[in-house]
C-alpha cells in the first residue's frame, strides 16, 4: 500500500482510487477484440462526465 509522506503509515486514498480505476481499465481492455479501447470507452470505464464550455457538468 502507498502512503502520504508524512502520513500515519495507513493507505493513500488517492492511490487506492488510481489502483481501482486502473484495474477497471484492464479489465475493460481484456474483454474487447480491437487492439485499443476507444477515448468514449475509457472514458465510460472512469466515468468521466462531461463538462459543458464553462467547466459546468450542467453546461451551464
Not at 489502483?19 to 479489465?27: P, Q, R, S, T
Given at each position: ?8 503509515g ?10 481501482d ?5 484492464m ?23 462531461p ?5 459546468d457538468?450542467?453546461?451551464?
Amino acid at each position: 500500500m502507498a502512503s502520504r509522506p508524512g502520513s500515519s503509515g495507513g493507505p493513500d486514498p488517492v492511490a487506492l482510487i488510481e489502483i481501482d480505476l486502473y484495474g477497471e481499465l484492464m479489465i475493460a481492455a481484456s474483454s474487447v477484440d480491437e487492439e485499443r479501447l476507444s477515448p468514449d470507452r475509457i472514458d465510460e470505464v472512469l466515468r468521466v462526465v462531461p463538462r459543458g464550455p464553462q467547466g459546468d457538468a450542467d453546461g451551464g
